[in-house]
């Protein structure tokens, strides 16, 4: 077999046959976290706290150490994780549903205490694993198997604007939202990925990119149809856009 | 530190010595009666190149524990009941996911809120475990200061040896308690084992390692029950820990812990001036309870009664030591203005089951 890692570096693990459905936002995802990772040349102190849902796959597709944590406790994890190892690096992956609804007290915490940790939510408006539940980030009118008729506001709630919640932290210090609706929000996505990291080499504080993603089974949508919505319903209500950046700051690590 | 002996409460004793012991990190978040731990811990870790870390929840601190953990250092929280209760999920998990660290639960009367008032009423969530899942919890009992003084050690070489969570449960009278302590000189128990085996810090030590306590396929979540169970079975046999007196003759046993078996000294002593033959048994380790000491006991022993500050949930394992070799009784309270059994009232009732 070709050997791809002179192509796509070691970190990302090639040789795993992926869980992710065709279509899938997180593989793009996955692949830019990777990405970042090598390019940084931190992949031997790297360690992934993933959650549950299909996030919690990410790690297959990479050579780093790699924790499971419970169901929305990753920032958590990562803060204890972060405060015995303060020379790895720790990034926590997970869906929306892991990070906003379960994990929400856990994430803003964290965000809050602005402790060098990097957070990467990717963001599908649905609980996948399980079959296509309400998510906190479900749109309104969007139907789902808890939401027959569509997302009822105010009933069933608004959809969750994360990044907009932690703008007023001082200690978050790199702040996105992304899309991997096109190429080049793909290659925009890449660079906030790359900044978040970065962030927390320079042990400069909390950093948090969020990022849009399609999910053609979970909504049952063809492939296409569903990055149509992506780069189209999904992004007019999260609008990407970089809210923070503080990385040009000196060091302080 | 060097050792010392001071005069402190049983709950700075217990910080005191996790410092001494090896702890680098602590998660708390307040409660009484365990927040005299967390305001210890925050003062004298720094003294130790370590941190207390408050958190916003229990939640997050079982979770937060659980992270540290993974990095193969000595880590440590302290909680009270309903504390307790929300640290279940992660204590779970780090069962499952064979995670060292140290617990205190400075029990107080439940259920509910409760009250602040001392208790033994987490008997049941400290050896039963509140989480999900066929898991164990080693769980030991200390009853005095002293006692959670030389116990620390043993509790981490446990927790090392064995890479599970060990839970210290104190009753919050003992652990307001002040009296004097002899302090160990600073050493760092858990250096005696190799963590590199299986700490998760990274690929620059290891080639990549990954947590994983979900199944992948059934076979999985199988094999790592059957790992567990062969696990605890070596614990069950290997970790009985109790104190017991005067048992060898004895027509009646007393089993208590913490505070009501240090109490049972003074039991013992007092009735066996009067000539009356009985014994006592303190159960230290909860978890493994310590069955081998009440099979072991002689067919002088007619009757047995448990005394907790509960309505009756140490009993259970008591019973079940025994399995009907003889009458089992109960005295215990929860609660109130004096929120647990005289002395008198235990010798009352040890007296009024003798003349039966």
């Not at chain 1, 969007?142 to 997302?151: D, F, K, L, S």
């Not at chain 2, 299986?198 to 059957?226: C, V």
């Not at chain 2, 509960?310 to 309270?333: C, E, T, Y």
């Amino acid at each position: 077999m070709e050997n791809l890692s002179s192509k796509y570096g070691k970190t990302l693990n090639l040789d795993k046959l992926t869980s992710y459905c065709p279509g899938c936002g997180h593989g793009t995802v996955t692949r830019l976290v990777a990405e970042a990772i090598e390019n940084l040349g931190i992949m031997e102190r790297t360690v992934s706290i993933v959650g549950i849902g299909c996030g919690g796959f990410s790690h297959h597709y990479m050579d780093i150490d790699a924790i499971e944590a419970t169901h929305g406790r990753s920032p958590s994890f990562a803060i204890g994780y972060k405060l015995a190892r303060p020379d790895n690096i720790v990034f926590t992956y997970a869906g929306d549903g892991d990070t906003c609804a379960i994990g929400l007290g856990d994430l803003l915490h964290a965000a809050n205490k602005g402790m060098p940790i990097t957070t990467i939510m990717v963001n599908n408006t649905v609980f996948g694993m399980t079959g296509g539940q309400m998510s906190p980030t479900t749109l309104e009118g969007q139907v789902t198997t808890t939401t027959a008729g569509g997302r009822q506001v105010p009933h069933q709630g608004y959809p969750l604007l994360v990044p907009e919640m932690m703008r007023a932290m001082p200690g978050v210090k790199y702040l996105a939202r992304e899309s991997v609706a096109t190429p080049k929000a793909v290659r925009k996505a890449k660079k906030s990925i790359q900044k978040a990291f970065e962030c927390q080499i320079k042990g400069l504080g909390y950093a948090f990119v969020e990022i849009i993603v399609p999910c053609p089974t979970g909504l049952k949508m063809k492939v296409k149809d569903s990055y149509a919505r992506c780069g189209n319903e999904m992004t007019d209500y999260f609008k990407p856009q970089v809210f923070k950046d503080e990385t040009e700051q000196n060091d302080v690590a | 530190m060097a050792q010392e002996t001071l005069f402190l409460k049983n709950t700075e004793a217990f910080a005191e010595s996790l410092a001494r012991c090896g702890v680098k990190y602590h998660f708390a978040y307040p409660i009484t009666p365990a927040t005299d731990v967390m305001k210890r811990m925050a003062v004298i870790l720094p003294q130790y190149g370590g941190e207390m870390m408050q958190m916003e929840s229990e939640l997050a601190v079982s979770s937060a524990l659980a992270g540290a953990a993974c990095t193969g250092k000595l880590v440590a929280t302290s909680s009270s009941g309903p504390g307790l209760t929300l640290m279940h999920e992660a204590i779970g998990f780090m069962c499952a996911a064979e995670l060292p660290c140290l617990m205190i639960d400075s029990m107080r009367v439940g259920p509910g809120d409760g009250d602040i008032l001392g208790a033994q009423s987490d008997y049941y969530v400290a050896t039963r475990g509140g989480a999900h899942g066929d898991y164990h919890t080693i769980v030991l009992a200390p009853s005095s200061g002293q006692e959670i003084a030389d116990i620390v050690p043993q509790g981490i070489r446990l927790a090392y040896k064995y890479r599970t969570p060990v839970l210290f449960v104190i009753d919050g009278v003992s652990a307001q308690t002040t009296e004097s302590t002899t302090l160990p000189d600073y050493n760092d128990y858990s250096a005696e084992f190799d963590t590199t085996d299986w700490a998760f810090t990274g690929t620059q030590d290891h080639p990549k390692r990954a947590l994983i306590t979900g199944s992948y396929t059934h076979q999985d979540g199988f094999d790592m029950n059957e790992k567990l169970r062969a696990k605890y079975a070596t614990i069950r046999e290997n970790e009985q820990m109790w104190e017991q007196d005067q048992v060898e003759d004895a027509e009646l046993v007393v089993a208590a812990f913490g505070i009501h078996g240090r109490m049972c000294r003074d039991l013992v002593s007092k009735m066996r001036a009067e000539g009356k033959k009985v014994g006592f048994i303190r159960p230290i380790s909860l978890w493994p309870f310590p069955e081998r000491a009440f099979t072991a006991l002689p067919d002088s022993v007619k009757n047995i009664l448990v005394v907790e500050m509960n309505h009756g949930q140490m009993i259970d394992d008591v019973r079940l030591s025994v399995n009907g070799r003889m009458p089992v009784h109960f005295l215990g309270k929860t609660g109130g203005d004096m929120p647990m059994n005289t002395l008198a009232e235990m010798i009352a009732e040890a007296n009024r089951i003798l003349g039966e």
